[in-house]
């Protein structure tokens, strides 16, 4: 997260006020600027799972932005998604349809546009889930049917690090496949990250809610 | 270019699943309903109660008996039940064919009955499940019957009931009246509470057991005290052989369940379930596009210029951040009324015309803002305006929005540290939008009828085309109309017309239903227009309903961070033609009914014209566990001087589940069946079925009776409804949605 990413942030601020107000209307907004980059390779796909997807490094080659590869794994759907705003190190990344996906250091912390959104989350840190050998809590926020928000603590811990080759869209790399299973009463789930040897989570499979299932994100950047 | 495009039907359905064996895996086996639609065996009740809030209905026949029941879970321990009865072969053992009258008058009996029931104790360790009701305990009584009744799980799959019953449920194998003997029925028009029948006469023990063999099957047998003496006895509709019931039911999924059984030892039954839960929304949320996310700003060591306040002189600055905030909200349906701003603090107004929660319209501006406002902009003061009538102001910090964007108790935090006040009339000087008004919205759509109870079915229904429009000329000023015509329909099938003393103002229904066609249901406007910071005003002049037209005003006092308000309404009306063009008289046809204006009987009383005054003054509170109350005391459209209670509960997403009483000074007898009027209220948001936002909400009346007496205009609009759910309570209780 160095300092090239905060400022691509804040560009767009500063354009809401000096273009904003000199009348360059919507142009400055961000999440239009992802649209106009990423609209050239995302693609509609079919439910059921994923047939062979339509993401080349030949067609990523024509996208300046940084984008990271999002797939949900119950309809299979994919979208390619830019990063939109920065809030104190968690980054917000939009699709093309306005469906976001929050992240703390590559860990899912919100969702929106699901429908069962993961509101908010505490989660481990990228050292916990690449080194810490004891168990730790999570707390997921999502609404329950009257809108009241549900807060559910859940106990954690990493049942498996070991290595393992990845390919992400025709790239391979050497990564450690950490499993991390966390558990509040009877309800359960799963999650998969494929860290890189420099700390970075290149890969992860995330739980979001019951009706939202989980999601893939493969980082797109080199 | 679509990418995720979430489901919400699939959706819905694998999420139904997984609740259905979430909920059978985890507790004893769920309380099921028998065939009256009320919590129980197969024909006897249980003493256990229905998840709070549930709504079920119930279709179930065996032998020639059919009914049909609407059932609430009104709260943890009281129930309530609406049902529609038919019993065919009615006369079979009558004698007075072809000619029946009075009861006898038809060969299929129809009777309306609600029923309650209390569960007086919960299921412990050792305690059963104890539950006291009332079953048809207020009308003509025919299957009126009361109980006493106690269910226990044995194992989380057996479950055993025993009861005393009284009444009809007292009629088999009677030991005895323990409190006396039952006095005679008076029916005289129905609706009456018969107090001093319940829990007397003849009492009789009834019982059985529920197995639940599987996630899916239960089967169910029974030992019935009801001899059905009046059915199977007097009346031979069937043969009543044996006091044991046996049943097997199955699952289907969380919203249907069906049954099949062997009843009384000669008759197959079957029985249909659909339960409804309020609580719960399909696909587990309402799906809409994601909101802008919080742009943070720069600091102000880093940046000082973006602080800057020297953008408040720049003379075009409101028109521009108006635009732009406009454009970033307009997807959501959200419309910026008009914004004003100094250094430090915006207001801006908003008119929501899509999202049915307030709280996320509000967010979503909140949000939006931090990516249009300039740094120096530290409060926010967020109008919810509704017909051009600004109603509440949240204010809300922007370092606020800035730190809790990902705290996982956002909800709550920011809740404290909002302020949530009335406004004044106008807002200050501000910069207003020009662009979005005069707007002409319309619709060409399906169109249907129903006319419930009409004596001969138990509804008829006509199905056609409406069409709608609505031209608001200033957003508080409102040309509405509204034309319909039926293509197919049974409406004009003319059902038994009681006589009556009132003017028809209700119960000609029959004639404005074969006569309207097409009709002008609705040709009015409407304006409104705040009168002080906590008092709203409304005139509407035109063909306001169906049945009437003429002006109504009204005013309504809401303090903002009350949960009572306070309304008036006048209104001089005077009745439609049943043809429902743009003609007031009313033909002598219209008066007749089974007593009179047929030929060899006398004429009909028939006024040529009918104008009234009427108007009420109303009372509404909102209790704090979701119970709502209103109060109207006032001159009915008969003329007739009373009051109405209507008691609901209102659950945060916008269901609505109520009941209603109106007693006015027409007595009983003139009144009709029913003695009073009475009914149903139900109102569900659209969103529920679609999982997309919206703000409309369809509803229903269910009037056992339609009568004259206690009926209220229904003009479209009304103050409190248009304007409850911006006030305090309104905003707060679906405040989750925020941050959605």
Known sequence: MGAVLEMKILVPSALAVCLGLAGCGNDSDSFMMGRLLTSSITARLSDGPAPAPAFTRAALANIVTPVQLVTREKTGQKAVVAKIADNGGVETWSSVDKVTLSLRQGVVVATRGFGEDLMAAEVPGTATLAQSGAGYTRAHTLLNGLDAPVRTIYNCKITERSPQSIVVVELSYKTTHVVEMCSAGDQTFQNEFWFEGNGKIRKSRQWVSEGVGHMIVEDLRR | ?740
């Not at chain 2, 064919?97 to 360790?125: H, Q, V």
């Not at chain 2, 899509?354 to 926010?380: C, H, I, K, W, Y």
């Not at chain 2, 509405?480 to 000609?508: E, M």
Request: charged share 20%; hydrophobic share 35%; with cysteine.
């Open chain 2, 1 to 740: 270019m679509m990418t995720f495009t979430v489901q919400p039907i699939r959706t819905a359905v694998v999420v139904g699943l997984a609740l259905v064996f979430a909920t059978i895996a985890s507790a004893e086996s769920r309380p099921t309903l028998n065939l009256y639609g009320g919590t129980g065996l197969i024909d006897m009740p249980s003493g256990e109660a229905q998840p709070d809030g549930m709504l079920s209905v119930t279709s179930s026949h065996f032998g020639p008996i059919s009914r049909t029941t609407l059932n609430f879970q009104i709260s943890e321990r009281l129930s309530g039940s609406f049902r529609f009865l038919g019993v065919r072969d009615w006369n079979k053992n009558a004698g007075c064919l072809p000619t029946c009258t009075g009861i006898d008058a038809f060969n299929t009996y129809y009777d309306r009955s609600f029923d309650l029931r209390y569960r007086i104790l919960k299921e412990g360790k050792y305690l059963p499940a104890v539950t006291i009701g009332l079953q048809d305990f207020v009308g003509t009584g025919v299957i009126a019957g009361e109980y006493i009744v106690a269910t226990k799980n044995l194992t989380p799959d057996l479950k055993v009931t025993a009861g005393l019953g009284w009444g009809r449920l007292g009629t088999y194998g009677s030991i005895g009246s323990p409190f006396g003997t039952r006095p005679p029925l008076v029916i005289g028009s129905g609706g009456n509470f018969n107090f001093d029948q319940w829990f007397r006469g003849p009492a009789a023990p009834f019982g059985g057991v529920e197995w639940q063999i599987n996630d899916a099957w239960t089967f169910k047998a029974e030992y019935s005290s009801d001899a059905y003496a009046e059915e199977a006895g007097a009346r031979g509709t069937f043969k009543r052989r044996s006091p044991f019931n046996l049943g097997l039911e199955y699952q289907y999924n969380d919203q249907m369940r069906v049954g099949a059984y062997y009843m009384h030892g000669s008759e197959v039954g079957i029985a249909a379930h659909f339960f409804l839960n309020p609580k719960q929304r399909a696909g587990g949320g309402i799906t809409v596009s994601a909101p802008d996310a919080v742009a943070v700003r720069p600091s102000r060591q880093s940046d000082p210029e973006a602080w800057s306040t020297d953008w408040v002189t720049q003379t075009d600055a409101g028109a521009i951040l108006r635009t732009n905030l406009a454009k970033r909200l307009s997807d959501d349906g959200i419309q910026v009324a008009s914004i004003s701003y100094d250094g430090s603090t915006a207001q801006v107004s908003i008119r929501n015309t899509r999202l049915d929660a307030e709280a996320q319209a509000v967010g979503r501006t909140a949000r939006a803002m931090t990516n249009v406002m300039p740094a120096s902009v530290e409060r926010f003061e967020i109008v919810s305006v509704v017909n051009g009538m600004p109603v509440s102001r949240v204010t809300v910090r922007r370092s606020d929005l800035e730190a809790l964007e990902f705290d996982t108790l956002a909800t709550a935090k920011l809740l404290d540290r909002v302020t949530i006040s009335s406004t004044p009339v106008s807002l200050r000087d501000a910069v207003r939008d020009t662009e979005t008004y005069p707007r002409l919205t319309w619709s060409v759509g399906p169109y249907a009828r129903l006319r419930l109870f009409d004596q001969n079915a138990p509804f008829k229904a006509g199905l056609g085309i409406q069409a709608n429009a609505k031209y608001e000329i200033t957003p508080g000023f409102i040309l509405r109309g509204k034309v319909t015509k039926l293509l197919v329909d049974n409406l004009s099938d003319r059902p038994p017309i009681p006589g009556r003393t009132l003017q028809p103002v209700r119960s000609a229904n029959y004639f404005y239903d074969s006569l309207g066609d097409p009709a002008i249901e609705t040709l009015s406007a409407t304006y409104y227009h705040k009168l002080s910071s906590e008092v709203y005003g409304r005139v509407s002049v035109g063909y306001l309903e169906r049945m009437f037209g003429g002006v109504s005003t009204e005013v309504l006092w809401m303090p903002t961070a009350r949960r009572w308000a306070i309304g008036a309404e006048l209104n001089y009306v005077a009745q439609r033609s049943p043809d429902q063009r743009f003609g007031f008289g009313l033909p002598a046809t219209m008066y007749d009914t089974d007593a009179c204006g047929d030929a060899g009987q006398p004429a009909c009383a028939s006024p040529s014209s009918y104008r009234v005054l009427t108007g009420h003054l109303s009372g509404y509170y909102k209790f704090d566990n979701g119970f709502h109350a209103q109060v109207d005391v006032g001159r009915y459209l008969a003329g007739d001087v009373g009051a109405t209670l209507a008691i609901k509960r209102e659950f945060e997403n916008g269901w609505k589940v109520g009941a209603f009483v109106t007693k006015t000074n027409v007595s009983a007898a003139d009144f009709g069946s029913g003695s009073f009027d009475k009914g149903i209220t139900l109102e569900i948001p659209l969103s529920v079925f679609t999982g997309k936002p919206s703000r409309e909400v369809r509803g229903n009346v269910l009037r056992p009776f339609g009568r004259d007496g206690g009926q209220r205009l229904d003009v479209d609009g009304r103050l409190y409804e248009t304007v409850r759910d911006y006030r305090q309570d309104g905003l707060t209780e679906q405040w989750g949605r925020f941050w959605k």
